[in-house]
């Protein structure tokens, strides 16, 4: 049987017990449903050598050998990915649109007795859902953004928020990037659609009826671009802005960007493309720090000729309500705990 889903909590919420991607490793790569295992029917190079003959040769000749690959790899998984797995067990199975890779595959976990079923239309179907609900759809949420300078420990504060129970969207942790010039984490960051999976994954496990704190971010985190309909509403958010002493921000960034501060020759790469913006003599005082190994004066000057500068001006643009003023003197758990507290209470009012 093809199932058909016409809503993305609809295909989110599948019921199945595993969702196999049966695509090539380089398709899952760059996205692919939450969740899901890669069981490729065709590798990245058969898949490339199957095309090549469809196109050059003969679509026979391309599907005689696919046939071939397609079977051979589908037992390969059957005897040693999937045995162990019992007789009620239910897969939903999918490829690029839901064609002869998943159909193949699905067909083969029948004949055995398993509950299995493929996704029409295969990944496209996904993408296009993942796309209206993103990009077309209105956003049924209602977010309320965390704002400060930087250094306030906006991203610490969401975690601690989370795990008190207020609702919250995580878009730096998404997006595995610090949301600044210096924020790029190890591992890289994800593809624009493997994000944008994430993302929607997460929105529909939010309850829409209950605000969703979200940290305040431009329209790009690192090289990832929010869709419209979410910055749309994360500009025009309400704000809880988030206050602290320099001295302690400057501490607290010491310890979250020691990677960062910790590299040198990084630093230096980074810094020296903003003489353009914050003339020679201030980025030649950065680049003196960096050569100190001053990490703390290094942060503060940061934030006092650059950081704070920038985020004034884009405040002034600014038209989104302040519902909230919290300052939290110092940045660790116990000012943080504290703050979390005085934000839960600002949402209970909501």
Same mark, same amino acid.
């Given at each position: 049987?093809?199932l058909k ?5 609809e +295909? ?10 049966? @695509?090539?490793? &380089? ?11 890669n +069981? ?21 000749? &391309? ?5 071939? =690959?397609v ?10 990915s ?10 939903l199975?999918? #490829? $690029? !649109?839901?064609?002869? @890779?998943?159909?193949?595959f ?9 509950? /299995? ?24 949420? @209602?977010?309320?953004?965390?704002d ?10 969401? /975690?601690k928020?989370?795990? #008190? ?16 010039l210096l ?9 624009q659609?493997a ?5 929607a /994954?997460?929105? #529909?496990l939010?309850?829409p ?39 302690a ?16 020759d990084? =630093?230096?790469? *980074?810094?020296?493309? +903003? !003489? ?9 005082? $950065? ?21 704070d ?9 600014r ?11 110092? =940045?660790d758990?116990a ?6 507290v005085?934000?839960? *209470?600002v949402?209970?009012?909501?």
């Amino acid at each position: 049987m093809v199932l058909k889903f016409s809503k993305l909590p609809e +295909l989110y919420g599948h019921g199945f017990d595993t969702v196999i991607d049966v @695509r090539s490793p &380089a398709e899952f790569a760059e996205d692919h449903l939450p969740g899901a295992i890669n +069981l490729p029917v065709l590798d990245n190079e058969e898949r490339a050598r199957v095309g090549t003959i469809y196109v050059q040769q003969s679509p026979f000749l &391309a599907r005689k050998l696919g046939a071939a =690959l397609v079977f051979r790899n589908a037992a390969n998984h059957i005897e040693r990915s999937l045995s162990h797995h019992e007789g009620g067990w239910k897969p939903l199975v999918y #490829c $690029w !649109r839901g064609g002869q @890779r998943s159909g193949s595959f699905t067909w083969m976990l029948q004949q055995i007795g398993w509950r /299995a079923e493929v996704v029409e239309g295969g990944y496209r179907t996904y993408r296009r859902l993942v796309n209206r609900y993103l990009y077309d759809d209105p956003l049924p949420h @209602r977010l309320i953004a965390l704002d400060g300078y930087t250094g306030t420990a906006k991203t610490e504060l969401l /975690a601690k928020l989370g795990a #008190c129970g207020v609702q919250v969207l995580d878009l730096e942790g998404l997006a595995n990037h610090r949301g600044s010039l210096l924020g790029e984490m190890p591992g890289g960051q994800p593809s624009q659609k493997a994000f944008e999976s994430a993302l929607a /994954a997460r929105l #529909c496990l939010l309850d829409p009826a209950r605000p969703v704190v979200v940290e305040a971010e431009s329209s790009k985190i690192g090289s990832l671009i929010l869709p419209p309909t979410i910055w749309s509403a994360l500009r025009n958010a309400p704000r809880i802005q988030v206050a602290a002493p320099i001295e302690a921000r400057s501490a607290y960034l010491v310890s979250a960007y020691d990677d960062v501060l910790s590299d040198s020759d990084r =630093l230096r790469d *980074r810094l020296s493309p +903003l !003489r353009f913006h914050r003339g020679h003599e201030t980025v030649d005082g $950065w680049l003196s720090l960096i050569e100190a190994g001053d990490k703390k004066a290094l942060t503060r000057a940061l934030m006092e000729q650059h950081y704070d500068p920038a985020y004034a001006k884009s405040s002034r643009a600014r038209k989104a309500p302040v519902i909230a003023n919290v300052d939290v003197l110092r =940045l660790d758990d116990a000012g943080l705990d504290s703050a979390a507290v005085q934000i839960r *209470r600002v949402l209970d009012q909501l």
